[in-house]
Each structure stands twice: as structure tokens, then as C-alpha cells.
């Protein structure tokens, strides 16, 4: 059982920059992934990032060069640092962690993240 918590979503104007933080908590361990993710009215939920528990990084064509993913090990959690946002990033983002054993995977309530122009 994992329980993942989101913050740091909100509203910012085109350019800005917005830090999201994912902090996990409960059976932890075999962890093999986390990610985030986010859907937009009408769209479907998308991969923005991910990271390992190697610490290998993957990213969106959309978001490559402006976000960057990271873990904060001492704190269990994963941050998602936004930079040089657009309208277009305006979505509802979700953090998603997977485990090894028990196979399984778990869901973070959603963070709103609203860029004006």
C-alpha cells in the first residue's frame, strides 16, 4: 500500500515557472517508478515524466527542455519542476508510482495547474 500526496499546483501566468512535489508514504519499497502524469479537459491522460528507481528520466516531446523530474530520497518524494510554461500545460497532473512486488500500481488525487496567457 502506498499512499502518494501532491502539492504545489495552481494558477501562473505563460513563462512562469510552477514546482510540483509527490511525497509517497506507507510500503515504499519496490518502488520501481514514478511518474507524472496530466489531463486536460477533453484530452487523454498523458505521460509527462517519469523516473526511476535507477534514476533514469523520461519526458513528453511537449516537455522536454522546460521540465525537469527529480527524487528527493530523504523525503520520499519525487519533485516535478516546470519551467517556461504555456497555456497548453493547463491540466489536471497526477502522480503515479509503480511497484515490483506486489505488482501494482497507485494514484495521487491530482493537482490543478492553470497557465494563463
Known amino acids: 500500500q502506498v499512499q502518494l500526496v501532491e502539492s504545489g499546483g495552481g494558477l501562473v501566468q505563460a513563462g512562469g515557472s510552477l514546482r510540483l512535489s509527490c511525497a509517497a508514504s506507507?510500503?515504499?519499497?519496490?518502488?520501481?517508478?514514478v511518474g507524472w502524469y496530466r489531463q486536460a479537459p477533453g484530452k487523454q491522460r498523458e505521460l509527462v515524466a517519469l523516473?526511476?528507481?535507477?534514476?533514469?528520466?523520461n519526458y513528453a516531446d511537449s516537455v522536454k527542455g522546460r521540465f525537469t523530474i527529480s527524487r528527493d530520497n530523504a523525503k520520499n518524494t519525487v519533485i516535478l519542476h516546470m519551467n517556461s510554461l504555456k497555456p497548453e500545460d493547463t491540466a489536471v497532473y497526477y502522480c503515479?508510482?509503480?511497484?515490483?512486488?506486489?505488482?501494482?500500481?497507485?494514484w495521487g488525487q491530482g493537482t490543478q495547474v492553470t497557465v494563463s496567457s
Open positions: 503515479n508510482a509503480k511497484k515490483t512486488w506486489p505488482k501494482s500500481e497507485y
Open positions: 506507507g510500503g515504499i519499497f519496490s518502488i520501481n517508478a
Open positions: 523516473i526511476t528507481s535507477g534514476g533514469d528520466t
